[in-house]
């Protein structure tokens, strides 16, 4: 039997879509905000940085890529003054616990924990900071903590294999974001979330245009060509932990979490370029 790119994709996104709630999950800014960290995005680098410890900026502008440096520098060391890297992973836990059993019960997932927990033990690190950060520490005791806690483990191993994506592309953090945007509809999103000034996003897309990759209607035929091979190369990079479970498993685990998905997709917990997508 053969693991694809196209099912290790399908499997990923299915899991995904449960590990999301964590950026925006109303009860985890909730969590956050007891911290009184007042700079934009404070919670997300915090948490999501937390495995590295109290981490310089600069190590969170590397790893995180598409962030401008100012905006992750008004947040990075701030956190940690306020509170230790374990307190803010602990915060979005809990935020997360509650909207899952919110919207999902409390579903049987045993079935489904061990096959995505198979899945990520196929999983290696090299090349790898934000995954092999997160590969060592703790799984939740809760079940669907548990998923999601996976579905973190295998996002952050296929980010980590994007930023090398994009990086072999040519496509620097602005330049990746408008192309991705006009690729993926989600071009407001990122432009008020990544913190790069209008001057910045105006020259990313002068560069993009002097290289024939966007015009004014949107990515150009070699744009749309140069995100798919950043797709492809991404989805390649990917591989390992679902080609480590194999294709008859990754087919169950895809049908034991579609219902959960498909629950949180009609939550309105996800903004609308995601839950637009399916």
Known sequence: MTVTP???RRAWGTLETLHVT???????????????????RAGYFAARASA????????VVSTFYVFAPQLVRAAVPAVWDAAPPADWAAARREGVATRLHDVLGEPDVAEAVELAREACAGLTPAGRPIFAAWSAQPWPEDPLLQLWHAGLLLREHRGDGHVTALLSSGLDPVEALVTGGLASGSTDFVRTTRGWSDDEWT???????????VDDDG??????????????????LAMEGWVHLGEERIGRLVELVTPLRERMLDSGTLPDWIRSRG
């Open 6 to 8: 196209a099912l290790a």
């Open 22 to 40: 964590g950026f925006f999950a109303p009860e985890v800014n909730a969590a956050y905000d007891r911290f009184g960290v007042p700079a934009t």
């Open 52 to 59: 590295f410890g109290p981490c310089a900026p600069e190590l």
């Open 203 to 213: 020259a990313g897309v002068d560069r993009l245009r002097a290289r024939g990759l």
């Open 219 to 236: 990515l150009t035929e070699a744009g749309a060509n140069l995100r798919d091979d950043v797709e492809t190369v991404t989805d390649l």
